[in-house]
């Protein structure tokens, strides 16, 4: 394989920035605030316990095989596995890529949105119709969806150093820093003390809910990208000396900070604005409800109201453009891989995106629909890692890969532990309860492909693409080598 031209971040504070905004996104605006408030403070410490054991590990072994493979996600699965699994690649590089289809529109509600706010318009809205005639209508979301891959394209078009270090040095710092002025307002509001108690009181009965444990589960698996092969695609470009189990901790830290802080920003405000019933309801509105409905409400009756909505959906949108910046990276690196330039590379998956990601911006059903089946070929993806790590050899892999800098016996024994009986375990649950919940919501059209939310759909649109993988795993493995 001929390796196009070697590009590296040029400080470890770069790799970092870059490393946690890949793993803020709009999951931890707007889903993490849902869970927490469904079960409360009981629910961070299931959240915070998956971080380490399912998490970190994943993310510390896409560190680990991204830096020495020096390839994308497909030629990065040949290398640890050997040339007959290049189809595994190529299913978590189509996971990730059809996600990036539909996450482009995402990021154009946001920008929609945030341009709403500065204009003022947002207060006057009849919110829930508006969200309703928008998401219904088809030039304004194509137009922001357009938008928004074209801007994420233009940043990786020029370059890791250029593009995405730059961007992230300056965006991911911001969106902290609007992250906590938005916290430190909701905090300040009378009332606010409510949702706090709310957010970090431990109900201990909660435990017993097993719901809570798989919601906790596959919100950490979800928002930190453990398992996408996001973070293997940005060590690619990691220096010799990075080390791979702190940069990875840190990106991990990183992104359940920014959950918390986004937490402290929207269920005070919820519990301040609102009695605690109607809180409550907002926080089960889902994903879409909450942030384009239950909250534009709310800033709508507080003093500076349109202000603070600026702040959010500007906060929203750096989230989504960090991690959309990451997609692109990925699927534009595996056509690098393929001897194909930087510059044609990105062009190509902007235009694909775009063109492919306009469904999904023109139909909720499709969009929800994409959503449940790549959403779920996550926890598949995230498999595959652990069989890449369980094939190269838990010892082999410690040694060769992961090289820690030190307590190399401890990380081993550590390691054993996680992908022999722990990440598998945490797999069966998280993909059963899954695969059990769609049944029970389609009983008796469970197996229909064409059922927006239905185990069919989801394994009609995973064989396609195995099949597909399966089909071409030859001529990956020669384009790889051209």
């Given amino acids: 394989m001929k390796q196009p031209k070697k590009e590296y971040f040029s400080s470890r504070f770069g790799l970092l920035a870059a490393a946690i905004g890949m793993a803020i996104g709009a999951g931890n605006i707007w889903r993490f605030p849902r869970l927490a408030g469904q079960y409360g403070g009981a629910f961070l410490i299931p959240w915070f316990l998956f971080l380490f054991i399912w998490s970190i590990p994943l993310l510390a072994a896409e560190f680990a095989i991204g830096k020495k493979a020096k390839s994308g996600v497909i030629g990065s699965f040949v290398a640890i596995m050997g040339k007959k699994y290049a189809w595994m690649g190529w299913f978590v ?34 919110h829930e119709q508006y969200w309703q005639n928008y998401s219904a209508s088809v030039y304004q979301p194509l137009f922001f969806h357009f938008i928004s891959i074209g801007l994420g394209g233009f940043i990786i078009y020029r370059g890791i150093t250029k593009g995405v270090e730059k961007f992230s040095k300056i965006i991911v710092p911001a969106l902290f820093v609007l992250l906590v002025i938005a916290a430190v307002k909701a905090l300040t509001l009378p009332g606010s003390e409510a949702g706090v108690q709310y957010f970090f009181s ?36 990691a ?47 889902g994903n879409q409800g909450l942030a384009f409905i239950a909250i534009p409400k709310l800033f709508a009756e507080m003093s500076g109201g349109m202000v603070f909505a600026s702040i959010f959906f500007l906060a929203l949108f750096f989230a989504a453009l960090s991690s959309l910046l990451s997609m692109i990276e990925l699927a534009a690196r595996i056509l690098m891989d393929f001897n194909i330039s930087r510059k044609k590379s990105v062009i190509f998956i902007t235009l694909l995106t775009a063109l492919a990601g306009a469904p999904a911006a023109v139909s909720l059903t499709f969009f929800d629909n994409q959503d449940w089946a790549w959403g779920l070929g996550l926890i598949l993806s995230g498999a595959f890692f652990m069989t890449a790590v369980l094939k190269s050899g838990v010892r082999n892999f410690v040694s060769d890969w992961l090289k820690p800098q030190r307590y190399q016996k401890l990380f081993l024994n550590i390691f054993r532990i996680l992908f ?29 492909p064409f059922e927006k939310f239905s185990l069919g759909t989801a394994f009609f649109q995973w064989a396609v693409i195995l099949v597909l993988g399966l089909l071409l795993n030859s001529k990956f493995v020669k384009a790889l080598k051209k």
């Fill in 239 to 285: 220096r010799e000396q990075e080390p791979v189990i702190s940069n990875s901790v840190l990106a991990g830290l990183g992104n359940n900070a920014a959950s918390i802080i986004a937490g402290l920003a929207i269920i005070p405000t919820l519990f301040a604005l609102s009695s605690v019933a109607s809180a409550q309801q907002a926080l089960q509105s």
């Fill in 93 to 126: 590089a189509f996971c990730t890529t059809a996600i990036l289809f539909y996450y482009s529109v995402v990021t154009g509600w946001s920008l929609k949105y945030f341009l709403l706010s500065v204009s003022g318009q947002l207060q006057t809205l009849n």
């Fill in 420 to 448: 022999y009986f722990i990440i598998p375990l945490e797999f069966i649950l998280m993909m059963g309860w899954w695969l059990v919940q769609s049944i029970s919501w389609y009983p008796e059209t469970w197996w229909n």
């Fill in 202 to 237: 431990i109900d201990t009965a909660q435990f017993s809910n097993y719901k809570l444990w798989l919601d906790a589960l596959s919100q950490s698996a979800w928002s930190t990208g453990a398992g996408w092969g996001l973070l293997l695609t940005y060590s690619i470009y």
